[in-house]
């Protein structure tokens, strides 16, 4: 069983940045792909990043590339989410992803575990 915790949402004005933490359980975060994805209220789960298990394959939803940088120390068991540039239709939960089989996918259901989830807001 692999646990995330996602931290660093909060409130910040449009054009700012923030920069999301996922921290995982576990001794074996270096074989797994991650991912973040976020869901606004009323709107589906959407895919925003993704990172493979190396960290040499990452993958952006179109709305983020350019703005958001996702990365990962395998060493302290985290994935991050660098978010610039952000813009009020950047608000949602953010939620971190893990696959087992250390893939990098925006389908969710390539997810095994996932976080409880950490709030963006963007005021403009």
């Known amino acids: 069983q692999v646990q995330l915790v996602e931290s660093g949402g909060g409130l910040v004005q449009a054009g700012g940045s923030l920069r999301l933490s996922c921290a995982a359980s576990g001794r074996t975060f270096g074989s797994y792909g991650m991912g973040w994805f976020r869901q606004a209220p009323g709107k589906e789960r959407e895919f925003v990043a993704a990172?493979?298990?190396?960290?040499?394959?990452?993958y952006y939803a179109d709305s983020v590339k350019g703005r958001f940088t996702i990365s990962r120390d395998n060493a302290k068991n985290t994935v991050y989410l660098q978010m610039n540039s952000l813009k009020p239709e950047d608000t949602a939960v953010y939620y971190c992803?893990?696959?087992?089989?250390?893939?990098?996918?925006?389908?969710?259901?390539?997810?095994?575990?996932w976080g409880q989830g950490t709030q963006v807001t963007v005021s403009s």
């Open positions: 990172i493979h298990r190396s960290g040499g394959s990452l």
């Open positions: 992803a893990a696959a087992m089989l250390g893939q990098v996918t925006a389908v969710a259901d390539g997810y095994d575990y």
